[in-house]
């Protein structure tokens, strides 16, 4: 609480300008500047924080974006601290609606950068070389933060809602979760998790932005550790199946399936044991048509004296 205290996250903007809608986060107003209830602002932060660390680790990766000179250098700087992907220059609209054309021109840009390291733009003229350079420093100025961004993000932390009300829109559009702070112009109802506060100060938004950054982080770790925990499992079943089968032909398993394999195939096939009892029968009925006892007849005949 001293800390957003310290930091004015309770000033709000001029009672002018406010939205109706962010009167349940209002304490009171002083010298027409709206004062906002910090109890209700570290609730929101400390939830919204645990929001970012659950989407981190469960759903993917959350874009940072904040464009307003003030906020630059905070999303810049926490949002490569988490490992998190960023948007601090202008806003390109169909960042997110047309993201399949924006991720060509990242990758125009590593190509780019690629050539560049590889010394291939010596062999062009310096007045081509001049123009690739400025071309991939513009590059460089909207896509820097986004190069690793290969999908779209599972959720957008936004810095001042009205200034990036078209980041908003295509958020919404596509479904896409937002975490914002809402200062006293703001519209709640269009933000997942929101955290009432000053997004206008500098210390404001660091601090925010610093918290935000770290429950992106954590939950980055733990989905992380997950990943290894799974590969380390299936590398452990891989290798139990392949000491199963080396056992199946090699080892005390084959032996036993050899031992019981060697009376099976000692008993007649069905087919024979058929053919012989038909037989069997065949020869008892002839015998017994004729009246002779096989057996009588053997005992009867004389022996050759």
């Known amino acids: 609480m001293k800390s957003l205290l310290e930091a004015g996250v309770h000033f709000g903007h001029q009672t002018r300008r406010w939205d109706p809608r962010m009167r349940p986060f209002i304490f009171t107003q002083r010298n027409g500047i709206h004062i ?6 570290l609730r929101h932060l400390e939830a919204a924080a645990a929001a970012a660390q659950a989407i981190a680790r469960e759903r993917g990766d959350i874009l940072f974006v904040g ?5 630059q250098e905070a999303i810049a700087a926490e ?23 924006i991720r060509r021109r990242v990758e125009y840009m590593i190509e780019l950068e690629t050539q560049q390291e590889e010394g291939r733009w010596e062999a062009h003229s310096k007045k081509i070389a001049l123009k690739l350079e400025e071309q991939l420093a513009r590059l460089r100025k909207y896509f820097s933060g986004i190069r690793d961004m290969k999908s779209l993000p599972a959720a957008i932390f936004v810095i001042d809602m009205p200034k990036e009300d078209i980041c ?28 009432p506060g000053n997004d206008d100060a500098i210390r ?26 799974q590969e380390a499992a299936a590398d452990e079943l891989s290798e139990f199946q392949e000491t199963y089968e080396q056992e199946l032909t090699t080892g005390p398993v084959a032996e036993i399936e050899t031992e019981i394999q060697e009376p099976v195939n000692q008993i007649k096939p069905a087919t024979e044991i058929v053919t012989e ?14 009246g002779e006892n096989p057996e009588e007849l053997s005992e009867a005949t004389p022996t050759a004296s």
């Not at 949002?79 to 054309?101: D, E, H, I, K």
């Not at 770290?214 to 992380?224: K, P, T, V």
């Open 36 to 41: 906002i209830d910090l109890q209700k602002s």
């Open 67 to 71: 464009t307003k000179k003030q906020a």
């Open 79 to 101: 949002a490569t601290r988490c490992g998190m992907p960023y948007v601090n220059q202008r806003w390109l609209g169909g960042t997110l609606t047309n993201f399949s054309t």
């Open 168 to 195: 908003v829109a295509e958020a919404v559009k596509l479904n896409i979760s937002l975490i914002s702070i809402i200062d006293s112009d703001c519209n709640p109802d269009v933000i997942d998790h929101y955290i």
């Open 204 to 229: 404001s938004i660091r601090l925010i932005t610093s918290r935000i950054a770290d429950g992106a982080f954590e939950g980055l770790q733990e989905r992380r550790t997950l990943q290894l925990e």
């Open 277 to 290: 009892s038909t037989s069997t029968i065949e020869q008892e009925t002839e015998d017994a048509s004729t």
